[in-house]
């Protein structure tokens, strides 16, 4: 029995295995299926200051061995959260409360009403910035860095998770923007922008035209981003993008990740995150790990 | 609910384009009548949402449409023995009040299919009077099941079988022969708003199952929703796929 136990921003998770903000929902159903306790952390549905009616549908679509979602954020706003779920989430597991906003005054006031009540705020600042026409704030650098300062502000208490966009110029520039910025800790990645196309409507199948892109036919570039970004700062790294199982949360494991989010397989197979950590633990075994942390940042590259 | 590792039992071509899947669980499973389970096809990250036929202890069948890669893939690969990942049961069902004694069942396309459960849970109990529309006789299936409602007929859009038309102009010219208590009614969206529109104002109960595109499954990541007439957002997996017709905007 290795020991899975990590610690991320000085709190202690009881595995590195997180189910990815969005496919999770604040975790109720899963619970239906499995006792998610067992889960080292929930990353929550992406969270807004007013409730949000999200994109009209089809909200999904397949590609071979990816999906593109375009849900837009529907959720019952942070007060429903606060009230309706946060209590039952802390029972269960270290909640991390992932937020969006359309300005920088959004940011910071939806992390105020978080600070001090959740375990962890992750900043998803992959969402269109109205003074930014339109244009993400995770894409320029120092937008990162000002979305990331405005919340910490609000972050007393709280540690700050900033969440970095990979269609990005430089993942390494923005990574070490968002620590300039007072990130405590940096996510990736959120998903790729793409589009899939019925052919015989001559039409997007997405009602919202584009998606994002997750799921296993990202990992390699998920896995490379990690890596160009945890050597570009000394703040811990959570990895994400197309974890499947044990091996590629590995993966992200050794290029850099403190820990990992597992997003699109949670639809494949409700159970994988409990197979995750179970695969976790006998990888270890067999490769005589003692303690999970000690794999962290242990890719020797080819010279 | 809960995720099963499922064994083949039987997965062959029943009409045109339309195969039967059975498979047994690891152990018994109570599914109410339509209900739906999503299943997994090897190397498709998403899961195909099917409405569950036949729930018989372990054993449960489905049937299924040929549409795209994934439903071929399950047409072509699974064969008796071999292994299937599957949710269910998911979804809230078809559900008849004590005092409903007369149950109409319109259904058309692959919308019959989570009609033929609820045929089966209350044909003891009930006169089920059933509307099943295919699009020729080649694509009728599963007549034998259907035949436990008191009444059947069968409508084709070509007239090559039965009626000649869709399922809710058979309903509609058989209407005096069933005066139905409650409507249950699951197919093509058009489909659903005529029945809609041919029962509004009478006062019966019209339950509709609807379909979209999921994800979970199970309501978490909000990807299959629909508009609820209050404004509200539903979603399709958990809060339906059985909704009254009033309830929701088609
Ligand atoms: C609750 C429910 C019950 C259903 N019951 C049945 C049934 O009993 N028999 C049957 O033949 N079909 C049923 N369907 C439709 C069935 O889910 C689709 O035909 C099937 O998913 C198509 O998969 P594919 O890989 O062949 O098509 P593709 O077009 O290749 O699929 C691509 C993606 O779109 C999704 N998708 C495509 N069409 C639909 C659709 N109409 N509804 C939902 N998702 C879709 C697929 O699941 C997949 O994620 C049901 C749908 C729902 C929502
Ligand atoms: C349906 C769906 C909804 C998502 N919603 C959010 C969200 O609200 N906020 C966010 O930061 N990321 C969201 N994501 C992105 C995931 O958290 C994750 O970054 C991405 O899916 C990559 O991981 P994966 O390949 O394991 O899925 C969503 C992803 C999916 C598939
Ligand atoms: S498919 Fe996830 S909420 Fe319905």
């Known amino acids: 029995m290795a020991d899975l136990r990590v610690t991320l921003c000085g709190v202690e998770l009881k595995n590195p295995v997180i189910p990815a903000s969005g496919t999770f929902g604040f975790g109720r159903e899963f619970n239906e299926i499995y006792d998610i306790s067992c889960l080292g952390a929930v990353a929550t549905k992406g969270l807004t200051l007013e409730p949000r009616a999200g994109n009209p549908v089809p909200r999904i679509a397949e590609g071979h061995g990816v999906i593109l979602n375009a849900v837009g954020l529907q959720n019952p706003g942070v007060e429903g959260f606060l009230s309706n779920d946060l209590a039952w989430l802390k029972s269960k597991t270290r909640v991390i409360a992932n937020v969006a906003g359309k300005t920088l005054s959004d940011y910071e006031a939806i992390c105020a009403k978080l600070d001090g009540l959740v375990d962890f705020i992750e900043l998803n600042i992959s969402c269109p910035n109205v003074k930014a026409g339109g244009m993400a704030f995770g894409v320029r650098p120092e937008n990162v860095a000002e979305v990331t300062r405005v919340a910490k502000r609000a972050c007393e208490h709280t540690p700050l998770i900033v969440k970095l966009s990979p269609n990005v110029e430089s993942i390494a520039a923005n990574a070490t923007a968002a620590e300039e910025g007072g990130a405590d800790c940096i996510s990736l990645v959120n998903t790729f922008t793409g589009l899939a196309v019925d052919i015989e409507r001559r039409r997007p199948i997405l009602a919202n035209n584009t998606g994002g892109v997750s799921g296993a036919g990202i990992r390699p570039i998920a896995v490379r981003m990690v890596y160009e970004a945890s050597r570009a700062v000394t703040i811990p790294v959570v990895g994400m993008g197309g974890v499947t199982c044990a091996e590629d949360a590995i993966e992200f494991l050794m290029a850099g990740a403190t820990a990992v989010q597992v997003g699109t397989q949670n639809f494949t197979d409700t159970l994988a995150c409990p197979k995750i950590i179970e695969g976790l633990n006998r990888w270890c075994d067999a490769h005589g790990v003692k303690a999970i942390s000690e794999l962290t940042g242990t890719l020797c590259p080819n010279t | ?250």
């Open chain 2, 1 to 250: 609910m809960r995720e099963f590792t499922a064994t083949v039992l039987e997965n062959v071509c029943i009409a045109e384009e339309i195969w039967s899947l059975t498979f047994a669980l690891e152990e018994e499973q109570a599914v109410r009548p339509g209900q739906f389970c999503m299943i997994g096809v090897e190397n498709f990250p998403l899961k195909r949402p099917i409405a569950i036929c036949k729930a018989e202890g372990e054993r449960i069948t489905v049937c299924y449409r040929l549409k795209g890669e994934g439903t071929r893939k399950l047409a072509s690969q699974y064969r008796a023995g071999e292994k299937l990942q599957v949710l269910l049961p998911l979804g809230n069902g078809f559900y008849a009040e004590e005092s409903e004694k007369r149950i109409a069942v319109v259904g058309g396309g692959v919308g019959i299919f989570p009609l033929i459960s609820a045929i089966r849970a209350y044909a003891a109990q009930k006169e089920i009077y059933a509307y099943m529309g295919f699009r020729n006789k080649a694509a009728i299936c599963m007549e034998y099941e259907m035949q436990r409602a008191k009444r059947l007929v069968i409508a084709t859009d070509d007239g090559s079988y039965g009626f000649c038309g869709n399922a809710v102009q058979a309903f509609k010219n058989d209407f005096s022969n069933a005066r139905p208590d409650v409507i249950f009614a699951c197919g093509p969206l058009p489909m659903l708003r005529a029945l809609k529109a041919a029962t509004a104002g009478m006062g019966i109960p019209v339950y509709v199952s609807l379909e979209e595109r999921m994800g979970c499954g199970i309501g978490a990541c909000l990807v299959c929703v629909c508009d609820r007439t209050n404004g509200k957002k539903a979603r399709i997996c958990k809060d339906g796929p059985v909704f009254e017709a009033g309830e929701v905007v088609l």
